[in-house]
């Protein structure tokens, strides 16, 4: 056994219906008074008792709601100059992984408040908030990067916020938190405690997904679900981004994919790549499911939620497979479990587009 382990510093609050008031206490803790909250205007229901009470500890706030999708670098740099304009020496989003995504963007390295803390809340499974990890959109390329700048430094889960969730978004934005976790058993870092965090987390998805599937507004279901997203999180930082991300990354920004959904669609082909090339994470991921493999885990678990299945669905062209095998095949890393070929990356990628499962 020999790997070198690095753990992420942050502060971490679980307390249902305390959003606001976790927020006060993470901005107070570090000292701060100057806050610029971030908020789509779909969130406003949510982000309004936040920003009152964040004013009546006696706080300055400003608010913020243009948030897109991958994160445009021109919204990035709006976002930006108004945080600069407003003097803020905090920065806190509420909402989902592109709310958190624009946070990282105004402290992260090459910003005029680059280091400002970050202070998330998350409304989705997403997971960035666990992160280092940054993504900007350019064009029809989006590039991630890691800068521990950008991990915040407090997250406050409320899993109240997450009642309101639409069920579809639900199981999205689940199977999103869990392909986390199983890229995490390979990533170009991985190592042992990377692989428990991540079958903690993949353990914890599997049970809370299907209750907050069939309620919404199970308190028990999305806390379960948004433990497992953490560790899964947490794992990934750590292990580092594998082949599902960046199959995901290329496609996201290269067709203005949806994110979650992509993630969900893309997630089972992986799967059944990788596992047959990695058997110590395959015995992980199926004993976290409970399930004889990991694949028919998965495929249970997905069927129960009626998952997302094709990447026909959300836009992507049929002729955008061969425009984006090259820069996928490029990204993803060399110690891959099963080697990647034009051939099998291509299969994967049909796969995926016309929703066949494997």
């Known amino acids: 056994m020999k790997f070198t382990h690095e753990s992420l510093h942050q502060r971490v609050v679980f307390a249902s219906g305390e959003a606001a008031a976790g927020v006060v206490a993470a901005v107070q803790a570090l000292g701060r008074t100057k806050v610029f909250l971030i908020a789509s205007d779909r969130e406003k229901e949510l982000a309004d008792p936040v920003q009152a009470t964040l004013e009546a500890a006696g706080l300055s706030v400003t608010t913020h709601d243009e948030v897109v999708m991958h ?45 400002l803390p970050l202070i998330t809340v998350p409304t989705t499974y997403a997971g960035s908030e666990a992160t280092n990890v940054w993504g900007l959109t350019a ?10 700048r950008v991990l915040p430094a407090s997250i406050v889960y409320d899993a109240s916020l997450l009642t309101s969730l639409p069920g579809d978004m639900t199981v999205a934005s689940g199977l999103n938190a869990l392909a986390h976790s199983v890229d995490a058993m390979w990533g170009p870092r991985a190592d042992p405690i990377d692989q428990v965090l991540a079958q903690e987390g993949t353990r914890g998805l599997a049970a809370g997904l299907p209750l907050v599937a069939a309620d919404s507004a199970s308190i028990d279901g999305i806390e379960q679900t948004l433990y497992g997203a953490y560790l899964s999180a947490v794992a990934f930082a ?30 089972p082909h992986v799967l059944a790549f990788n596992a047959p090339n990695a058997p110590e994470a395959e015995r992980r991921i199926a004993a976290a499911f409970g399930s004889a493999t990991a694949t028919e885990g998965l495929r249970a678990l997905r069927e129960r939620l009626d998952a997302p299945r094709a990447l026909k669905d959300y836009g992507m062209p049929e002729d955008g497979i061969a425009k984006a095998l090259g820069p996928i095949k490029a990204a993803i890393p060399a110690n891959n479990p099963t080697p990647i070929t034009d051939e099998n990356l291509t299969a994967l990628l049909q796969a995926a587009w016309h929703g066949d499962l494997p």
């Open 238 to 267: 750590s292990a580092g981004s594998g082949m599902h991300h960046k199959i995901c990354h290329v496609l996201g920004g290269m067709f203005n994919l949806p994110h979650a959904q992509t993630h969900a669609v893309v997630l």
């Open 71 to 115: 994160v445009p670098v021109e919204v990035a740099g709006r976002a930006r100059d108004a945080a600069v304009a407003a003097g803020a020496d905090v920065v806190v989003s509420l909402g989902g992984g592109s709310t958190t995504g624009l946070g990282k963007a105004v402290v992260m390295d090459g910003s005029p408040l680059a280091g």
């Open 139 to 148: 064009g029809e390329t989006k590039t991630t990067g890691v800068d521990n």
